[in-house]
């Protein structure tokens, strides 16, 4: 399978969550939470796979970061067949809406677009929590093309599993693609960044600290086992590890 980072840029999250771009003139100037926001693209025999769809950063040009890293490789927005969201905090889901003149649409028309329905729930119940973009989340939920999703683990195709973890949400689902004897892991917010490997720390960040650091622990052990390429959403300096 092909693996395609498609990073929008290092930012700067604020306490309200409000992402500033980080160049070389601010980086040591401006507050916040520093990381990169960086969705996948997997190309398998029978899929483009979008990983996350990110927060939808244009260029000075007002042009998407991600529809040029697509034009780069020669794909179109079109081409994507499915959008795997881990969960709704708005630097994952932003990307996947277009704001048009006549209203909103699909950033990927043709893809089929996998929401865990209890992530939803738990969105909606906490209305007024900055990590969430409530205005871009409810265009989402009425875009075609929508999977629901209420099991707690199961395959979306062959290639294609996830499971319901929780940790950094209560119902954040990760996934699986597995190709040619090849495996990507996509531990989405409870393995954002490769430092979250080498230090076991509980982060007061995560709804639920203790378990996404267990978890960690764990797919630690089964990625040296089974030689996991693991992606990293929110990692600055790198994309995928291999442990």
Do not use: C
């Not at 899929?47 to 260029?59: E, F």
């Not at 677009?113 to 209890?118: F, N």
């Not at 099991?151 to 040619?180: A, C, L």
């Amino acid at each position: 399978m092909k693996i395609i980072p498609l990073k929008e840029g290092n930012f700067s999250a604020s306490k309200t969550k409000d992402f500033s771009l980080l160049t070389d003139e601010n980086f040591d100037k401006i507050a916040g939470i520093k990381m990169s926001v960086q969705p996948f693209l997997i190309i398998t025999q029978n899929d483009y796979i979008l990983l996350d769809a990110g927060i939808g950063w244009k260029n000075e040009d007002g042009k998407s970061v991600i529809s040029e890293i697509l034009e780069k490789e020669n794909i179109l927005p079109s081409q994507i067949t499915k959008l795997l969201l881990s969960h709704l905090h708005k630097d994952h889901i932003e990307g996947a809406i277009r704001l048009t003149h006549d209203g909103f649409e699909a950033a990927f028309p043709n893809a089929q677009i996998y929401i865990q329905k209890r992530e939803l729930d738990f969105a909606m119940e906490n209305e007024g929590n900055p990590s969430f973009d409530f205005e871009i989340l409810k265009k989402l939920i009425q875009l075609p093309n929508i999977i629901w999703m209420n099991d707690d683990k199961g395959q979306i195709t062959d290639e294609i599993s996830y499971e319901v973890v929780g940790g950094h949400t209560p119902f954040m689902q990760v996934f699986w693609i597995r190709e040619n004897e090849e495996t990507v892991f996509y531990g989405a917010d409870d393995l954002p960044q490769a430092s979250y490997l080498k230090y076991h720390l509980a982060y007061k960040s995560d709804f639920d600290g203790r378990k996404a650091m267990e978890l960690r622990l764990k797919w630690e052990k089964e990625a040296k086992e089974n030689r996991w390429k693991i992606l990293l959403y929110h990692d600055m300096d790198k994309t995928i590890v291999e442990v």
